[in-house]
């Protein structure tokens, strides 16, 4: 019995609690995350390649 109107309740919340975004915003977000996802790689790919010369330039200093 209690499931039943946990389930009501959820469906209830879901249908006529949520403010669902619009088209244009979810399209406007996934822009955002998909900018912010490839300024983030590229960082990381330019802390990798320095690390990498650095680590060469100690080696070398070495060897």
Known sequence: MKLKVYLEEAYDE???KVTWPTWKELQNSALVVMVASLIISLLIFLMDVSFEN???FIYGLFY
């Open 54 to 56: 650095i680590m060469e």
């Open 14 to 16: 879901l249908v006529h």
